[in-house]
């Protein structure tokens, strides 16, 4: 069965805003070693700081482990039809994830739980989305929407709105926004 459209407009999303840095129509290591250069100068953190090496180390790790997977020509870069068929294979059976998409859903609670007290409220949320060029006034509008109600989204609630995000054919599920946009 072709993946939905409404699914693939979120994968979509996600491969340009998050992915494809440099916006050249795929992913490769450029990509990922500019997102580093974004984080760490959001966050302030200095090339050569523990945290700007911790960075660097997860990015490539998840870099190397999406290659290994989804680059199926071996051509050192990940195209749409790439990813969205591998995200389609994840949407099938969600809890048997690949290694570097649990490492990348990790990493991204953690670099937005920036004050590591084990949860994101909207400031966090606002400021790791906002690093990807998104507007702060939608992200606060998508934050309100995962967080139901609540003030903060602890790593259960976010892994499983996580996997919500990449399996939901539902536009109302609070998963659609947890990338930070509010309508597809
Ligand atoms: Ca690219
Ligand atoms: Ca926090």
């Known amino acids: 069965m072709p993946i939905s459209e409404f699914r693939r407009k979120k994968l979509l999303y996600v491969f340009h805003v998050f992915f494809d840095v440099n916006q ?3 992913i490769d290591k450029k990509d990922f070693e500019l997102a580093i250069e974004k984080i760490c100068s959001s966050r302030g953190w200095a090339s050569g700081s523990e945290q700007y090496k911790k960075t660097y180390n997860s990015m490539i790790t998840i870099w190397e482990g999406l290659k290994q997977r989804a680059d199926a020509n071996n051509d050192g ?28 859903l990790r990493f991204m609670f953690d670099l937005e739980d920036a004050s590591g ?32 109600g609540k003030k903060e989204v602890t790593y259960d609630q976010f892994a499983s709105l996580w996997k919500q ?17 509010t309508q597809f």
């Open 24 to 26: 050249s129509g795929t």
């Open 77 to 104: 870069q990940v195209s749409v039809e790439e990813w969205a068929q591998m995200w389609d294979e994840y949407s099938r059976n969600p809890d048997n994830a690949l290694e570097w998409q649990n490492q990348y």
């Open 117 to 148: 007290d084990g949860s994101i409220d909207v400031d966090e949320f606002t400021s790791v989305c906002s690093c990807y060029g998104l507007g702060a006034a939608e992200c606060r509008e998508a934050f309100q929407k995962i967080a139901q």
């Open 165 to 181: 995000f990449f399996t939901s054919e539902n536009a109302s599920d609070p998963g659609n926004f947890i990338f930070g946009k």
